[in-house]
């Protein structure tokens, strides 16, 4: 079994940035890929950025490109999202999850097994 749980949202204003954190537990961070996905109200849960367990394969949404970085820091099991540039429609709950060990497909939801609870982002214009 493993938790994640999410921290760092808040309210910031358009071309603020945040940096939102992901610790998890269990022995197995090292091995898993690890995703960032988002809902917004009266929308669906929509893939954010991804991680390969490898560090070695990084995926983002087109909207993210060029703002947001995912990256994760084994030693403390806990996968980050630094968003910079935030825009109003950036607006949601954002969630970690993590995948199954080994796996390269990491992109859909149905990729992860495991999620944390959300945090909340919220860009005013």
């Known amino acids: 079994q493993v938790q994640l749980v999410e921290s760092g949202g808040g309210l910031v204003q358009a071309g603020g940035s945040l940096r939102l954190s992901c610790a998890t537990s269990?022995?197995?961070?090292?091995?898993?890929?690890m995703g960032w996905f988002r809902q917004a109200p009266g929308k669906e849960r929509e893939f954010v950025a991804a991680?390969?367990?490898?560090?070695?394969?990084?995926y983002y949404t087109d909207s993210v490109k060029g703002r947001f970085t995912i990256s994760r820091d084994n030693a403390k099991n806990t996968v980050y999202l630094q968003m910079n540039s935030l825009k109003p429609e950036d607006t949601a709950v954002y969630y970690c999850?993590?995948?199954?060990?080994?796996?390269?497909?990491?992109?859909?939801?149905?990729?992860?097994?495991?999620w944390g609870q959300g945090t909340q982002v919220t860009v005013s214009s």
């Open positions: 999850a993590a995948g199954r060990e080994f796996q390269w497909s990491i992109m859909r939801s149905e990729d992860y097994t495991y």
């Open positions: 269990g022995r197995t961070f090292g091995s898993r890929p």
């Open positions: 991680l390969s367990w490898s560090a070695t394969n990084t």
